[in-house]
């Protein structure tokens, strides 16, 4: 049996980690007592007044147990992304669920929390990369950016940084699924040219280096935009919540410079461990094969046009739009063009769209929504800051050494859009207590 992309052994053990993550929410929820640190935040900053406005508070006591209730869901949240013991779609369900039968927010709040712009604005992400597909527009992309060039190290130096411009703009997942079948018939046009006439002698070591450089490259134009990436729309929400908001334009100033500098990066790393393998060195024969494929498509098709100028449009929207269009907004076109001007139909865009991987974004919002409003992230942030200033990182290169590195050594173990939904409402707040200008933007 094929358990590729399956978790094996005891990570395997859906019902065990389930059990576990219940159990670790049951003891954080409702055996510990609540710290007295946490009871003083809460009154200090005004969070057991506002519970009690909203009435799902009546006193101190009930208001430190909603956010006791909020401090368990997150290990159990945890748990449950790391392992998937649930589909990540419906660990993301699960978050206004628990929302709603715990009374951890007014009702009316938490439909906001769990359909706002950031989540609109990631539907339409995906369904604009859908219809790229859909229409077939991707392959013609790909004969644009790499069927000018020739010989072995123009087209991997164009591949990487032509990606992870692109990969800034677009989704990873989605670029990656219909740039690998462009990347297999350029290794597989290549292999075959330098290949006797009676059979194709492989080369593993360029099929590993070209999907790799993809790969890597599609994640070094992560940082450069918010449609890159759910955990960049995710931060973007928790900025607003936390009445600093940032907008498309702003995360590019801070994040696009990155792109080039990681690309330069990718390819010297590239070049220096893994190409001396390689046995392929003209990938010439590949590119004019995805040529030869796309003149048999003919002419650009109505269908493709539209999706060209849709793509245009919406990437102009975001940027230069501002508050005034927000992101969800353009966003949304991506399904509602296509259908007026007949060039796909709405079912097939549907189909294309990953709802498991939306339902977790608006989740991961829900729960950044409730640590911050039960006032659990403040305590968590108050706690962690205290910790780091023993060693002399609560602030500056230190505070943002010490986040970087912890939050890449988890999204090692978990995603990374569920990394930024765990610990975003923490170290969001964080910055903003150093009272440094621009510190909670550098830090998130």
Excluded at 175 to 194: E, H, L, T
């Amino acid at each position: 049996m094929d358990t590729h992309g399956e978790k094996t052994g005891i990570f395997a053990k859906k019902g065990l980690w389930i059990g576990i993550g219940v159990g670790v929410f049951i003891v954080v929820a409702f055996l510990l007592p609540t710290p007295q640190s946490l009871i003083e935040v809460l009154e200090e900053y005004g969070y057991v007044e506002k519970m009690i406005d909203w009435e799902i508070a009546g006193n101190i006591e009930e208001a430190s147990q909603k956010t006791m209730i909020v401090l368990g869901i997150v290990p159990m949240a945890v748990i449950f992304f790391a392992v998937e013991a649930l589909p990540i779609g419906a660990t993301g369900i699960l978050m206004p669920v628990l929302a709603y039968f715990f009374g951890l927010l007014p009702f009316n709040m938490i439909g906001k929390t769990f359909a706002g712009d950031a989540p609109l604005f990631m539907l339409g992400v995906f369904a604009l990369g859908g219809t790229v597909v859909e229409v077939g527009f991707h392959k013609r992309l790909a004969v644009w950016l790499l069927g000018w060039t020739k010989g072995f190290w123009v087209p991997m130096i164009v591949l990487c940084f032509s990606m992870s411009i692109v990969g800034s703009f677009m989704s990873a997942p989605a670029m990656c699924s219909f740039m690998v079948p462009v990347m297999m018939a350029v290794y597989y046009g290549s292999v075959k040219a330098n290949s006797p006439e009676e059979k194709v002698i492989h080369d593993p070591a360029l099929a590993k280096y070209l999907l790799f450089s993809l790969c890597f490259a599609l994640n070094m134009g992560g940082p450069g935009t918010p449609s890159a990436g759910g955990r960049n729309v995710i931060m973007m929400g928790f900025f607003t919540d936390y009445g600093i908001p940032i907008t498309y334009s702003g995360w590019m100033k801070y994040g696009w410079g990155l792109v080039p500098i990681g690309s330069a990066m990718l390819l010297l790393y590239m070049a220096t461990f893994f190409s001396k393998k390689i046995k392929t060195r003209d990938l010439t024969p590949g590119l004019q094969y995805i040529k030869d494929e796309t003149r048999k498509m003919g002419k650009m098709s109505y269908a493709e046009y539209v999706t060209a100028i849709t793509l245009f449009i919406i990437v102009g929207l975001w940027i230069f739009g501002g508050e005034a269009t927000g992101l969800g907004g353009p966003a949304l076109l991506a399904l509602v063009v296509p259908v007026l001007f007949k060039s796909v139909k709405f079912e097939n865009i549907l189909e294309r769209i990953s709802f498991n991987a939306w339902f977790m974004y608006c989740g991961a919002l829900t729960l950044g929504a409730l640590l911050k409003e039960s006032g659990g992230a403040l305590w968590l942030a108050k706690t962690f800051l205290h910790g780091l200033s023993q060693v002399g990182m609560d602030k500056g290169y230190g505070l943002w050494v010490g986040m970087s590195g912890f939050s890449g050594l988890v999204t090692n173990f978990m995603s990374d859009a569920a990394t930024v939904a765990l610990i975003g409402p923490i170290v969001v707040p964080m910055g903003i207590m150093t009272q440094v200008a621009g510190e909670p933007w550098a830090i998130g």
